[in-house]
């Protein structure tokens, strides 16, 4: 399994920004996609998964209405539709894949892309 993170960049607090993640090496069906995000001094952080079958979403806390997580069968691809960014959301976020059998772990990893918010 290969994934392939991009869209990041330096945006303003309050900005909108759109990570797509491309998925390849399997079919997903009866995988999940999530994305994690890892800020300078911090732990690596859950945001969001959505299931590759049913598009079924689970979301954290910190990003629940702002942040919403989709996918494209037809382009492999998921994405992360991040609004009303704040300079909290500075890190490097990771898209990342499982099979919906695995319960702890996330086996699979893009190689992450830095968003950074200035205020």
């Known amino acids: 399994v290969q994934l392939q993170a991009s869209g990041g960049g330096l945006v303003q607090a309050g900005d909108s920004l759109r990570l797509p993640c491309a998925a390849s090496?399997?079919?997903?069906?009866?995988?999940?996609m999530g994305w994690f995000r890892r800020a300078p001094g911090k732990d690596q952080e859950f945001l969001a998964r959505?299931?590759?079958?049913?598009?079924?979403?689970l979301y954290a806390d910190p990003v629940k209405g702002r942040f919403t997580i989709s996918r494209d069968a037809t382009k492999n691809s998921v994405y992360l539709q991040m609004n009303n960014l704040k300079p909290e959301d500075t890190a490097v976020y990771y898209c990342?894949?499982?099979?919906?059998?695995?319960?702890?772990?996330?086996?699979?990893w893009g190689q992450g892309t830095q968003v950074t918010v200035s205020s």
């Open positions: 990342a894949a499982r099979s919906t059998a695995r319960t702890i772990d996330w086996p699979h």
């Open positions: 959505i299931t590759w079958n049913l598009g079924s979403t």
């Open positions: 090496g399997r079919t997903f069906t009866n995988w999940e």
